[in-house]
């Protein structure tokens, strides 16, 4: 899934989606994006990537007993503006939904 980019007074921030298979969970991870490489001839080349994520929620997507969860990481301060971290969690809930919906129809798949 590619990267979903988002510019706020001045910055741009990324949110990226993979999976975890060493945790059975969905990685949605923060970044502060960084400059792309310049790609010259390319139509539609990305301007900005990921960078090193400083929050990762990771979302179960095998066990329902087992709740969403949200890492900081962090070796200095990061200050993250509202929007962006309100953008980030209603990904994470998005993420949360798709996983419940998808466990509750493989619960009744094994019923019926």
Known sequence: ??????????RHYAILFHYALADDAWAVELSEAVPAPARTGI??????????AFVVAFVPDE?????????IHSHDEH?????IMRWFMEEVAG????????MAKGALDTVE
């Open 1 to 10: 899934m590619p990267a979903e980019l988002r510019e706020h007074a001045g």
């Open 43 to 52: 139509p539609n080349a990305a301007t900005h990537l990921p960078g090193a």
């Open 63 to 71: 066990d329902p007993s087992l709740e969403p969860t949200v890492h």
């Open 79 to 83: 200050v993250i503006p509202y929007e």
């Open 95 to 102: 993420q949360v939904e798709r996983c419940r919906a998808a």
